[in-house]
């Protein structure tokens, strides 16, 4: 049992945060901890921001597994195996990658944005990422742009 700081109540353990940055709890109750970072969030929001902006570029790497853990339900070691079997190149142009490179999968699959893991096609490289969205993922559209690009080729 501990008692909460901000709202003077005791409370079990599973009712406060387990602190990241080393052991022990918060000592505040996570519904105390969520209104404070909300209001913090709120009233601070150039200095939040900043401190976001700070944590990100420490830790790029980690947010980027974390990115592909939550949006395609796929796993640091699962990434770095399909980085190797691409030889650490975009799947369409064979340009190096820089870091992990973009996740491309079938949007028709899953509308809503995240990805069900079953339909990741492969890494790309930015470039060729944003080219398939551009072109909706559609290959008649890719043939025809492809087809236009040679035609002004040859003059």
Known sequence: MKICIKCDI???DDEFLKRSDREGFYNQCIDCKREYERDRRKNQKDAYN???RKYYKKNKDIM???HFENR???YRGQLIEMLKSQDYKCKICRDPLIRFGDIDHDHSCCPSGKSCGKCIRGLLCRGCNRGMGHYKD???RLIKASNYLIQFQNK
């Open 72 to 74: 395609y339900g796929m």
């Open 50 to 52: 900043k401190s976001q």
């Open 138 to 140: 559609d290959p008649d």
């Open 10 to 12: 005791e409370k079990i």
């Open 64 to 66: 980027d597994v974390r």
